[in-house]
């Protein structure tokens, strides 16, 4: 059975850091949007996680290769998700890592914090309106903000993206209208286009508007 030290190329006698370093190189190779693999981005991850839960190179090969393979064959991805509107009054930031913690003990209404699931084949913005969430979007082909959320766990494919700059990649900020779940669970703040730093790449949202229109 596979290794997870082979799959990061790495010795299994390497330390913290270049276990993160070759992670970070690794996970970057695998992603789908940069030439990788949904499944290839699920197997690095798979190895780190292993790793970091201390991993030994002499553990129980069957036991092992059944959990590689129920990582592989799950197809749905948990998502816990949270408005963005509801920061504001409670004071909280975006980048504050106990987020969903806090969220969680609030007390919130279902339309503001939860969970639901994607199934295979869904976008994210697709399973929060296959689940009764009107979450807001305007071009649903990549090309505004409308839709965009925040990630604070996981990952998401986006085959469009004609408008985030890499900057905004590298805080997390992600289109909801084409992104695919590659990782099992998704923890995100929808609603983001309230953002200011977000607010110019905004298009008028006409067709949410009027899918919702008798709401
Ligand atoms: Fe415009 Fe998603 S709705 S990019």
Request: with cysteine.
């Amino acid at each position: 059975m596979e290794s997870p030290f082979d799959v990061l190329h790495i010795e299994p006698s390497a330390d913290d850091e270049t276990i993160e370093q070759a992670y970070r190189r690794r996970v970057m190779d695998a992603h789908p949007d940069q030439g990788g693999s949904v499944s290839e981005f699920r197997r690095v991850r798979t190895a780190y996680e292993r790793i970091v839960a201390g991993y030994e190179p002499t553990a129980d090969a069957s036991e092992a290769s059944s959990v590689d393979e129920e990582t592989r064959t799950r197809a749905q991805t948990q998502v816990t998700y949270l408005n963005y509107d509801v920061l504001t009054d409670y004071g909280w930031s975006v980048e504050d890592d106990a987020l969903f913690e806090k969220a969680a003990t609030a007390g919130l209404p279902g339309t503001d914090y939860g969970e639901f699931v994607v199934k295979p084949g869904e976008s994210l913005l697709e399973a929060a309106e296959n689940r009764g969430f009107a979450w807001p979007f305007a071009c649903r082909g990549g090309a505004c903000v409308n839709c965009a959320i925040v990630l604070h766990a996981g990952e998401l494919s986006m085959p469009a993206n004609n408008v985030l700059p890499a900057e905004m990649m590298e805080r997390n900020i992600r289109l909801s209208c084409n992104g695919m779940p590659i990782t099992d669970e998704l923890q995100v703040v929808y609603n983001v286009k309230h953002m200011p730093e977000l607010e110019e790449l905004l298009l008028p949202p006409k067709p949410f508007e009027a899918t919702y229109a008798g709401d």
